[in-house]
């Protein structure tokens, strides 16, 4: 009932910063929350960053001051600035919202299919 899309995923060097975004789509009524969860090869899915729908926004202390989560509703779409990346940051990166589907008549929670970050020098 919803579909999430990421992007901008790739290769970069330590240091250096990407952009990814995730556009919603579907028959959406509304959505409490976006964010951005992250998983490396032997590793947990862990929460990178979220936003809600009064506009707070949570952070892993791993990346607190590096990243930021932003979010344009009337595009359905949630960004992460990714700056000053390290190693330690590559993984599939995965979108995710909690919304409201006018098809399903119900709340439930969506993934993406994931985007690679790889920092590498």
């Known amino acids: 009932q919803v579909q999430l899309a990421e992007s901008g995923g790739g290769l970069v060097r330590p240091g250096e910063s990407l952009r990814l975004s995730c556009v919603a789509s579907?028959?959406?009524?509304?959505?409490?929350?976006m964010g951005w969860y992250r998983q490396a090869p032997g590793r947990q899915r862990e929460l990178v960053a979220s936003?809600?729908?009064?506009?707070?926004?949570n952070y892993a202390d791993s990346v607190s001051g590096r990243f930021t989560i932003s979010i344009d509703n009337a595009k359905n779409t949630v960004y992460l600035q990714m700056n000053s990346l390290t190693p330690e940051d590559s993984a599939v990166y995965y979108c995710?919202?909690?919304?409201?589907?006018?098809?399903?008549?119900?709340?439930?929670?969506?993934w993406g299919q994931g985007t690679q970050v790889t920092v590498s020098s």
């Open positions: 995710n919202t909690r919304a409201y589907s006018r098809t399903a008549l119900d709340w439930d929670t969506y």
């Open positions: 579907g028959n959406i009524y509304s959505i409490k929350t």
């Open positions: 936003i809600v729908d009064n506009g707070s926004t």
